[in-house]
């Protein structure tokens, strides 16, 4: 059973610049989550996909935005980068509708803007 | 504003030593609560939750963690430390399918 796999793991990218990140939900999950881990803190929320629609967002600019495909598997996009956006970059995946709000989380992307 | 607050940032034990990590929520209704333990190199992964019901819920690994709503405090404890138990722990919080919140986290680090 697959769990949450994100890619790549690893990119550096100066200011200015756009990144896509992607992440694939583990089996039999609906629902994506994407949080930013800055160093030595806690994960921020940054939004939630469901049915290929963002169904939450957290204190994000625009320039976060984010795709859902029919197989679920979503993706991040950031433009115009910042140093501040410089993170890990979390995807999470759980089911809609149990109530229960378990994440399962990936890896992560660690993000490095210079 | 809803926030998670963790109170120590760095916890350094000697192993069998007890551990006790707070965590304070400010939500106005019924919450899911959550701990995470983040190993080194390793991602998030849930050490126990609580929903609804024994307000003292047990996690893997021999720990637990007590809600106790008068005080809006979810706080984790494991009665004898190991060195395998150095990790980052993060309390966390939601409304139902809500985004789920984090505190800033809790580095322990237990000495062999």
């Known amino acids: 059973d697959a769990g949450v796999t994100q890619s790549p793991t690893h990119l550096i990218k100066t200011r200015g610049q756009q990144v896509t990140l992607r992440c694939s939900p583990k089996s039999g999950h609906d629902t994506v989550s994407w949080y930013q881990q800055a160093l030595g803190q806690g994960p921020q929320f940054i939004f939630q996909y469901y049915e290929e629609e963002e169904r939450q967002r957290g204190n994000f600019p625009d320039r976060f935005s984010g795709h859902q495909f029919p197989n679920y598997s979503s993706e991040l996009n950031v433009n115009a980068l910042l140093l501040g956006d410089s993170a890990l970059y979390l995807c999470a995946s759980s089911l809609a509708g149990r109530n229960t709000g378990e994440l399962f989380f990936g890896e992560g992307s660690r993000l490095t803007v210079l | 504003a809803q926030s998670v607050s963790q109170h120590n940032h760095h916890v350094i034990l000697s192993e069998a030593a007890s551990l006790e990590l707070g965590c304070n929520y400010s939500?106005?209704?019924?919450?899911?609560l959550f701990w995470y333990v983040q190993y080194p190199g390793q991602h998030l992964q849930l050490l126990l939750k609580y929903f609804s019901g024994d307000p003292l819920v047990k996690g893997i690994k021999g720990f637990e963690a007590e809600f106790i709503k008068s005080k809006f405090s979810f706080n984790l404890r494991k009665p004898s430390v190991q060195w395998s138990d150095t990790a980052e722990y993060f309390c966390?919080?939601?409304?139902?399918?809500?985004?789920?919140?984090f505190g800033a986290g809790t580095r322990l680090t237990v000495k062999p």
């Open positions: 966390a919080v939601n409304e139902g399918d809500n985004d789920m919140r």
């Open positions: 939500y106005g209704g019924t919450v899911n």
